[in-house]
């Protein structure tokens, strides 16, 4: 089988790979130019061709993916653009996660005729509607609420609401697409929502300018500030967290699990508050440098919030890794590197 996944440079993406390439699956990776996609043919020369590689600059372009479709038997689409800082024009972050995805599913629908599942990595932020009080999160939650302040703000909404509602219309559009055209198509599409994603990044190039932005950052900034001294809020929030490779392992299954067509599954672990994973580093055998801070206060942090990952733990017969396997390998692979200073 050769599964086409697109977003394969990226940080998740590289780490799909590598679970396809282990489940025996030939992977062609998407990349916009060649020398993002050198580095990776390297650490998976061991694949040979079963580790191919398709050049497409520009997926806001109709016929962008006509060409990488042809002979794959499944997509995994996982690239995207995260928030970004500075958007004079929201379209800039919504394009390429909407068109993108469109022009994608038209290209399978035209001259990826062998394909039979596509598979969408979305987010939870998904379905972050505000909520009072306690509340537990699942897939029939929808964060519409996003929608309506980014079309109301426009570029100077918060970059991170931006990033919602690209995630929002992007899913959105791939349902509307395979829902219109069901009775003609001859694959479905499963979408998959990772809430924030950690742990250790696949042995490859990291370029310094990824190491400070999205998750590879956020652990970045805070291995290097652990009292998070320069940034207050992000160290006392409560969130939940899900391992890389969880995530990877799950895109495998729902790539050949039957009756699952249509659906969304959310990917979460077990809440977090920074202190846990400072605890977590002292536990026995504590690992090199581990920060104390303040032990005990993740626990007495209220958690209002939480995901269900009741539907993907039964579908795919899975069981998450926790936060402390989770901190503790990212930990030691960041020391490794050198990544913490
Ligand atoms: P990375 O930034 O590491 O990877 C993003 C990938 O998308 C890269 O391959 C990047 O290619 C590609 N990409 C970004 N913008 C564009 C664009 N305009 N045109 C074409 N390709 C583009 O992010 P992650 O690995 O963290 O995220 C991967 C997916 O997972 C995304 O869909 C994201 O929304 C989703 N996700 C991530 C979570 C997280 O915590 N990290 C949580 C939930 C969902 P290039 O190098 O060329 O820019």
Same mark, same amino acid.
């Given at each position: ?5 697109? $977003?394969?440079?990226? !940080? ?14 030939? /992977? ?12 990776? @043919? ?39 653009? %995260? ?15 909407? =068109?993108?995805?469109?022009? %994608?599913?038209?290209?399978? +629908? ?5 394909? @039979? ?21 699942? +897939? ?8 309506? &302040? /980014? ?38 599409? /499963? ?25 590879? $950052? ?15 809020? %992000? ?8 391992? /890389?490779? =969880?995530?990877? +392992? ?7 699990? +039957? ?6 599954? %959310? ?15 002292n536990v026995e055998p504590k690992l090199p440098g581990a920060p104390i801070v303040t032990p005990g206060i993740g626990e007495q942090a209220k958690r209002l919030v939480q995901y269900s ?10 069981? !998450? ?5 989770? &901190? ?14």
């Amino acid at each position: 089988a050769i599964i086409l996944l697109t $977003g394969v440079n990226g !940080y998740i993406g590289a780490h799909i790979a590598q679970s396809l390439l282990t489940h025996g699956h030939t /992977v062609r990776g998407v990349v916009r130019s060649q020398s993002k996609g050198d580095p990776l @043919k390297e650490l998976f020369k061991e694949y040979g061709d079963k580790f191919q590689l398709a050049v497409v600059p520009d997926v806001t372009a109709l016929d962008a993916y006509d060409d990488a479709v042809k002979g794959v038997t499944g997509v995994v689409h996982a690239s995207a653009p %995260l928030p970004q800082q500075s958007i004079t024009d929201v379209d800039d972050a919504l394009r390429p996660a909407v =068109d993108g995805t469109i022009n %994608l599913l038209n290209s399978v +629908e035209r001259y990826g005729t062998e394909v @039979k599942r596509f598979i969408l990595t979305s987010s939870a932020v998904t379905l972050l509607e505000p909520k009072e009080g306690e509340y537990t999160y699942t +897939e029939a939650d929808w964060f519409d609420t996003a929608l309506k &302040i /980014v079309k109301a703000q426009g570029a100077k909404a918060h970059p991170g609401l931006i990033y919602t509602a690209s995630k929002i219309l992007q899913e959105r559009a791939a349902f509307d697409f395979v829902e219109k055209k069901k009775d003609r198509l001859g694959f479905d599409l /499963v979408a998959l929502l990772p809430v924030y994603v950690l742990g250790p990044p696949v042995d490859a190039f990291v370029d310094t300018a990824s190491l400070k932005s999205g998750s590879l $950052g956020l652990m970045y900034n805070a291995f290097n500030d652990p009292d998070g001294k320069d940034w207050p809020d %992000l160290i006392s929030r409560v969130d939940v967290l899900v391992d /890389v490779r =969880d995530v990877a +392992e799950l895109h495998c299954r729902a790539l050949v699990t +039957e009756k699952v067509a249509g659906e969304r599954f %959310l990917l979460a672990g077990d809440s977090f508050h920074w202190q846990d994973a400072w605890d977590a580093l002292n536990v026995e055998p504590k690992l090199p440098g581990a920060p104390i801070v303040t032990p005990g206060i993740g626990e007495q942090a209220k958690r209002l919030v939480q995901y269900s990952n009741k539907k993907s733990k039964e579908t795919f017969s899975f069981e !998450y890794r926790n936060n402390e396997e989770i &901190i503790r390998d990212s930990w030691a692979e960041y020391l490794k590197r050198g990544w913490i200073e």
